[in-house]
């Protein structure tokens, strides 16, 4: 069956430190990579994606990810965190032939930026 | 204007009772969800419909049913509500297999 694991549940990082948040998924077909974040008290929003093309992606707030197909991996980077960035950080993917695709997030990473 | 739209955002029933929750995206899009995200913030995947067929359906109870009138809309009809159903659920919509856009939630506790 098809999951994705996030391997860091819990991450307390002081303001300036570098982050990287790991993610691997099970499904060796066609996938399209997501991060959203999730603000306290708010809903997810898109991060970045993968759809093809050159594994380096960049998003918003100065994240980017990085898709190795070979160790089925997207993780998510930022090289100086902000005490802003305290989230709920979920990977996902979207995988499956076309017209029996399904979208499959992660279980989440808690990210505490200390000020 | 706002994309995807979920109403109410707070919702407090007593056990038993029957309630809705509403969703509306005015993004053109194609495919909408529910999803269910306990305390713990996992997010669980309850129901997707795509061009108003259902395209997949989790394993969760039939108390629960989505109805979508038309695309725009997809709504949440849960019955005979249980202390375990509190939670946040959020709607979203995309197209095809591109990102999703979620609304704001709504916080149901049943008491």
């Known amino acids: 069956a098809q999951s994705v694991s996030q391997h860091n549940h819990h991450v307390i990082l002081s303001e300036a430190a570098s982050l990287e948040l790991g993610c691997n998924y099970s499904y060796g077909g066609t996938v399209n990579l997501f991060w959203y974040v999730q603000y306290p008290g708010q809903h997810l929003q898109l991060l970045l994606k993968y759809f093809s093309g050159d594994p380096l992606v960049k998003g918003i707030k100065g994240f980017e990810a990085e898709f190795i197909k070979s160790k089925f991996s997207f993780n998510l980077r930022k090289p100086s965190v902000q005490w802003s960035d305290t989230a709920e950080y979920f990977c996902a993917v979207n995988a499956g032939a076309s017209g029996t695709y399904k979208y499959i997030f992660g279980t989440g990473t808690r990210l505490k930026v200390l000020a | 204007d706002t994309a995807v739209s979920q109403t109410p955002k707070y919702l407090v029933t007593q056990m038993g009772n029957d309630k809705s929750i509403k969703c509306e995206q005015n993004?053109?899009?194609?495919?909408m969800y529910w999803y269910k995200q306990d305390s713990k913030k996992f997010l669980k995947i309850m129901f997707s419909y795509n061009n108003k067929e259902l395209i997949i359906n989790e394993t969760v109870p039939n108390r629960f049913s989505p109805k979508s009138p038309d695309k725009a809309h997809l709504n949440l009809h849960i019955n005979s509500l249980e202390l375990g159903d509190s939670a946040v659920y959020f709607c979203?919509?995309?197209?095809?297999?591109?990102?999703?856009?979620f609304g704001p939630g709504t916080r149901l506790t049943v008491t």
């Open positions: 979203a919509s995309s197209s095809g297999r591109r990102e999703q856009y």
């Open positions: 993004l053109g899009h194609d495919t």
